[in-house]
């Protein structure tokens, strides 16, 4: 059995105007995806912004309902239940938001902040608090005293990683980390990176790792999903869609990557030009005349490409 | 031990370091030179006001003398007596008492309830916050001053704890307009995305997390709306829809200006009431326009 499975999650956004707010029209934000999750490895969702990266994390962890569609945790429908019934699944689900400065509440202390969630499942002593807020502080590089300040006083690699902090102390199953290192400075996000990953291995952790660019989720992820408006256009291992791209629309992501190496520059103009002309002539083929892709297409074991 | 001992002086060093953000806001207005002065100021009224009207005698005070009607300000009387031969000064100290404990009750009681309903509005939004907000805009629609007269009128038991409640059901609306918006905009920020994702009740969530966040705007507003609540009492007793005259008010004794007499020969009987709710009011002003200054200045600095 799968770990997490999506089965065709649609999630809606009422558009509401004119007389008595009625709802006129729908944002399709995430249009029927599906996908799964095993146990242990790190899933990328990328593709461009607005496409609904977001609103797919959100909806899995139960901050947005769905429109339809199942999200299965460990064979069960975690989509349909109440907030009540929800509640016993949270300890396994746990998200590292975007914004270090909005996620962490500036009214309260780095204690208040971790302990926040074992106040709300453990009855533990003010020390045994403290105790458990500390080991999670110093696992995530801050000093045992930083549980006394408060956000401001912290950069925002360290509010990431006091965000991350909080995230560990149920100990979760599954992070879903919304874009977890965009807002920070490109010095301190591989930092960041790294250290997700080590704590993965440590704490046996299944990522749904969320990003708008390529070359962070090369770096992280074991298996990705290229989304377009709502929808995926190709989903494989990192090596199939890096080596062997097949939708034009990845193709052109790809190669939109920056690449280091000045030598290298002119050859990736060319193939930029390239993808770029191919994407213009070859647009109908790979999405319908509303612009939405096609159904996705099973070409290998692993490998899946939405085409007629 | 030792490094235990050291532990613990060096968390509290941190815990002075990171002053709340009230203290902040303290520490700004007494740097403002006029708020500081307006509040000594209203300190010491306050002080003189509450400390003698202990020793004060209402009953005695509002007791009809025939024999020094419009008696001018004397050893005995103060600042004199008026109509009825009562003296001016008792009247002034209970009455700026009774208008001071009103207004802060007013505000108070209409904060409170604007409070909750504006942040159960704004937390929730939806078809809740659509309900409340009909029946507010319905409130607001109605004539105050009218309504208020009726109930003066209809009210057979009138008196203070009347007043009181009549006044905070309609001054409550333009708080729960306030709260709801700033709570709406709170919401949106992902420490309460991140509070519900961590098994976060939403009561809880309302009361410790975004509750503290709104705390300098709940302050600021509190400080406006006392003037303006002891303003209304006063204005509302000089046209006599306000207390009864057996309990002496500041409005009471400013009303009896419009007898043409008294406002050209009887100064004593209406100037120092008149003076006293200005200096007060504009006292409270000063305060509170310092501590939005603060306030905004610190969202600025972030
Ligand atoms: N609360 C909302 N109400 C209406 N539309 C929304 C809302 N949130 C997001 N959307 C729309 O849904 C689409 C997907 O948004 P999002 O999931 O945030 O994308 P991403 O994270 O990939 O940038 C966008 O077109 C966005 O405008
Ligand atoms: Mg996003």
Redo the contacts between chains.
Sequence with gaps: MEFLKINHLKVYYPIRGGFFRRVNDYVRAVDDISFELRSGETYGLVGESGCGKTTTGRTVIGLIKATAGEILLEGKDIAKLSSREFSRYRRDIQMIFQDPYSSLNPKKRVLDIIAEPLRNFERLSPQEEKRKVQYFVEKVGLHADSIYKYPHEFSGGQRQRIGIARALTLNPKLIIADEPVSALDVSVQAQVLNFMKEIQKEFQLTYLFISHDLGIIRHMCDRIGIMYRGQFVEEGTSEEIFNNPQHIYTKRLISAIPNADPQKRKEQLALRKQVEEEYTNSFHQYFNHDGKAYRLKRISETHSVAIL | MKTELN?SQ??EI??E??PS?LSILWREVVKDKLALVSMILLALILLVVYGSAIFLDQEKIVKVDLLSIYAPPSSEHWLGTDYGGRDIFGQLIIGARNSFTIGLAITLISCLIGLIVGLVAGYYGGVIDNIIMRVIDFILVLPFLMLVIVFVAIVPKYNVFTFILIMSAFLWTGKARLIRAKTLAERE???V?????????DWKIISR?IL??L?SIIIVNLTLNLAGNIGIESGLSYLGFGLPESTPSLGTLVSYATNPDVLQNKWWVWLPASLLILVMMLCINFIGQALKRAADARQRL?
């Design positions: 532990h060096q968390t941190q815990i370091k990171s953000s920020l992902d420490y995305s991140a509070s519900k994702t961590l098994g976060t009740p997390e503290p966040n705390s972030g």
